[in-house]
C-alpha cells in the first residue's frame, strides 16, 4: 500500500509555544490530506481537511487560527499547534488518499504531543 | 456516509480465525465498506474493502452478505500482533475525477485482543 509518513514521531513542548508537524505522502501525490486527533481511549476525530493550493476547510469547534495547515506542495502538509496548551496534548494523525479507482486513504504513523 | 454497527470487544486465540462483524443496513448502492484496524500508538492501517462480491487480499478476507446490510472481516489465523481496535467505515469510493470524496467518520471500533 501507499506510504505516509509523519514527523517527529513526538514532541514535548512548553505552554505557549508553537509546534509543527509534517505529513508527507512518499510513493503517491495527494493533492487532499486530512488531520485527526486522537485523545485517550477515544476514536479519531477529524479536525480539517488539507488542500494542495488552497485554504484548509476545518471542521465545527476546531479554531483555525489555533491549527494552521499548510499543503506546500502535492506530497507535504503542515499542522502548526500555535501557542500550545495542556489541554492540545493528543495523538494527532494525518492521512492521505490515493484518489482514482476505488479510493483508498493511507495514515501516517502519528505524532504524540506533549504540552508541559 | 452509512453509519455501522461492531461489537465493543472479542477475543480470539492465537492462530484461531478472527471474525469480526459489522452492521451497515443503511448503505447505499455506491458504498463501500472499508476496514482499517489501528494498533496501540500507531496510525490506522488500512485491511480491505469491498462493494458487494466477497474479497481476499495477503491480510484478510471480507465477506458481504447479499443484501449489503451487513460483512464480517476474517483473520483467518490471528496471531498476537493481530490484537487491535478494528474499525468498519462504509463510504463512496468510486472516484474517477480525481478530487477526494474526503474525511472518513471513525467509530468507536472493535477492540480484538488475541490470546495465546
Known amino acids: 500500500g501507499a506510504v505516509v509518513s509523519q514527523h517527529p514521531s513526538r514532541v514535548i513542548c512548553k505552554s505557549g509555544t508553537s509546534v509543527k508537524i509534517e505529513c508527507r505522502s512518499l510513493d503517491f501525490q495527494a493533492t487532499t490530506m486530512f488531520w485527526y486527533r486522537q485523545f485517550p481511549k477515544q476514536s479519531l476525530m477529524l479536525m480539517a481537511t488539507s488542500n494542495e493550493g488552497s485554504k484548509a476547510t476545518y471542521e465545527q469547534g476546531v479554531e483555525k487560527d489555533k491549527f494552521l495547515i499548510n499543503h506546500a506542495s502535492l506530497t507535504l502538509s503542515t499542522l502548526t499547534v500555535t501557542s500550545a496548551h495542556p489541554e492540545d496534548s493528543s495523538f494527532y494523525i494525518c492521512?492521505?488518499?490515493?484518489?482514482?479507482?476505488?479510493?483508498?486513504?493511507?495514515f501516517g504513523p502519528g505524532t504524540r504531543l506533549l504540552v508541559l | 456516509d452509512a453509519k455501522t454497527t461492531q461489537p465493543t470487544s472479542m477475543d480470539c486465540a492465537e492462530g484461531r480465525a478472527a471474525n469480526l462483524p459489522c452492521n451497515h443496513s443503511?448503505?447505499?448502492?455506491?458504498?463501500?465498506v472499508y476496514w482499517y484496524r489501528q494498533i496501540h500508538s500507531q496510525g490506522p492501517q488500512y485491511i480491505i474493502h469491498g462493494l458487494k462480491n466477497n474479497e481476499t487480499n495477503e491480510m484478510a478476507s471480507l465477506i458481504i452478505t447479499e443484501d449489503r446490510k451487513s460483512s464480517t472481516l476474517i483473520l483467518p489465523h490471528a496471531t498476537l500482533r493481530d490484537t487491535a481496535v478494528y474499525y468498519c467505515?462504509?463510504?463512496?469510493?468510486?472516484?474517477?475525477?480525481?478530487?477526494?470524496?474526503?474525511?472518513?467518520?471513525f467509530g468507536q471500533g472493535t477492540i480484538l485482543t488475541v490470546h495465546p
Open positions: 492521512s492521505a488518499p490515493t484518489v482514482g479507482w476505488e479510493e483508498t486513504q493511507y
Open positions: 443503511t448503505i447505499s448502492g455506491n458504498e463501500y
Open positions: 467505515i462504509v463510504r463512496k469510493a468510486e472516484n474517477a475525477g480525481g478530487t477526494s470524496y474526503g474525511k472518513l467518520t
